[in-house]
């Protein structure tokens, strides 16, 4: 029997259970090699074989065409906000950003540091709450990208559908990468800090259009250049090896449970469960636009928030965690990342029924 609660962290974020299985039947002795992976030298056989099979592993996860390349890099997502500008936005150039919350105003801040940054939409006039519609978008013709962040982890506010320009598009995907299906071939570079549906903080997924590389700025720090990184197989310095290895024993259980298909299906079921009981509640709420309502991160507020303390102690104690908003919120938020089944969904809606009896 497991003892191991249900985890509702933003990230770093619950990982599947068999992974971290995996993971402690390996670490001593992998393989009958009498080392664990964190022991390798990332330039062995062993790990090298450990590592092209976790890129592998990602791209038929996502079909990612072999003019993109896959990179593991670290530093997080928040090093790519510089790296970004660093390697595609060149001198005198102008970048489109859209800004629809806290983390793609962080990459929008950073950009201001390299260049001219074009603020081409805002969700500020709709309080964050709804993404605003693409005819009012005013992109800059010859703009060098134009970044956008597909789920805002804090806010809980998501694209269900891709926006059309001629610059590439270059998406912060961190917190909803592989929750459902996904054409690469839109994107001009996809980047994902690993903590929520890959793996281990610290870990950056960066997938890159080969005509994008080659580009970056004479000051652009090596271990920050995209192309460096790509001719060297991301192994231009010691990479984070043994995140890397646990992203691959994602993927593979990603594949094992049918892929990012079934994923989709299975987000659906979770996320239509708790934004369902939300909504038929008059003491929780949830304000995002339904449309634009995040499958991996859900706020919501209870009727009173003086009982907000009340709530996440019941909740701990019966090994509901993490449910704390974002500090910049407040409220609840639940992540319902791809490791979180229906089960958790159904501990949680039960709790809430539960609370809402006895304080609603
Ligand atoms: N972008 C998004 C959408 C995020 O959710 C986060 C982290 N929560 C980041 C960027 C920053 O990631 P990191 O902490 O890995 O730098």
């Given at each position: 029997m497991s003892n191991r609660a249900f985890n509702f962290c933003a990230g770093p974020a619950a990982l599947p259970e068999a992974v971290l299985k995996r993971a402690q039947a390996e670490m001593l002795d992998w393989r009958g090699k009498g080392l664990s992976v964190m022991e390798m030298s990332h330039r062995s056989d062993?790990?090298?074989?450990?590592a092209e099979k976790a890129e592998q592993d990602v791209r038929d996860l996502l079909s990612i065409p072999s003019h993109y390349k896959v990179l593991f890099l670290q530093g997080g997502a928040s090093q790519q906000f510089a790296e970004i500008p660093l390697n595609l936005l060149p001198e005198g150039g102008t970048a489109d950003y859209v800004d629809t919350g806290i983390w793609s105003r962080k990459a929008i801040d950073e950009a201001r540091r390299y260049g001219n940054v074009n603020v081409a939409a805002s969700g500020k006039a709709h309080d964050y709450l709804a993404i605003p519609a693409e005819a009012e978008w005013k992109l800059t013709p010859g703009a060098a990208y134009l970044h956008y962040a597909s789920n805002e982890t804090i806010g809980g506010l998501e694209f269900d559908w891709v926006p059309k320009a001629n610059a590439p598009l270059v998406v912060d995907m961190s917190s909803d990468i592989l929750s459902r299906p996904l054409d690469v071939s839109q994107f001009g570079m996809i980047y994902a800090g690993a903590q929520k549906n890959i793996g281990p903080s610290g870990l950056v997924l960066v997938i890159i259009r080969e005509d994008l590389l080659?580009?970056?700025?004479?000051?652009?720090?090596?271990?920050?250049?995209?192309?460096?990184?790509?001719?060297?197989?991301?192994m231009y310095n010691t990479p984070a090896s043994y995140s890397w290895y646990l992203a691959g024993l994602v993927f593979e259980w990603l594949k094992e449970q049918g892929g990012v298909a079934a994923m989709e299906a299975r987000n659906r079921a979770k996320k239509d469960r708790l934004y369902g009981f939300i909504d038929a509640s008059s003491f929780y709420h949830n304000p995002i636009a339904p449309a634009a309502r995040s499958w991996m991160n859900v706020p919501f507020r209870l009727a009173d928030e003086k009982l907000d303390k009340a709530f996440l102690a019941g909740a701990d104690a019966r090994g509901l965690l993490n449910l704390k908003g974002h500090r910049s919120v407040g409220g609840m938020r639940a992540s319902i990342y791809n490791a979180l089944g229906l089960d958790a969904i159904e501990a949680l809606v039960g709790y809430m029924a539960e609370f809402e009896k006895e304080h609603g």
């Open positions: 062993d790990y090298t074989a450990i080659g580009k970056a700025r004479a000051v652009c720090p090596t271990m920050l250049n995209y192309t460096v990184a790509a001719e060297n197989g991301s």
